[in-house]
């Protein structure tokens, strides 16, 4: 009576997508601001950021995209 197991996956880890996370610094320089002003930002609740370790902080490209989303004033 030998029974073979064999070992499944999870089902949704395969369709699992994790954001593309980045640096403060290098997030500062694709906004064009300076880097106290995303810590600022991450502050006020702007944008969003995930704590990788003790110190070092990290901001989702998505987040930063969406700060600069137009909002209102006519058709461009």
Same mark, same amino acid.
């Given at each position: 009576?030998s @029974? =073979?197991r +064999?070992? &499944?996956?999870p !089902? #949704? %880890?395969? *369709? &699992?997508q994790?954001? @593309?996370?980045?640096g403060l610094? @290098?997030a *500062?320089? %694709?906004c064009?601001?300076s880097? &106290? +002003?995303l810590?600022r930002?991450?502050a006020d609740? %702007?944008?969003?950021a995930v &704590?990788?370790?003790?110190r070092?902080? =990290?901001?989702? +490209? !998505?987040?930063?995209?969406?700060?600069f989303q137009p909002?209102?004033g006519? #058709?461009v």
């Amino acid at each position: 009576m030998s @029974e =073979k197991r +064999t070992l &499944r996956k999870p !089902a #949704n %880890r395969d *369709a &699992r997508q994790h954001p @593309e996370l980045i640096g403060l610094q @290098e997030a *500062a320089d %694709r906004c064009g601001v300076s880097y &106290r +002003t995303l810590r600022r930002w991450i502050a006020d609740g %702007r944008v969003n950021a995930v &704590r990788v370790g003790p110190r070092l902080l =990290k901001v989702s +490209t !998505a987040d930063l995209e969406a700060v600069f989303q137009p909002v209102g004033g006519g #058709n461009v």
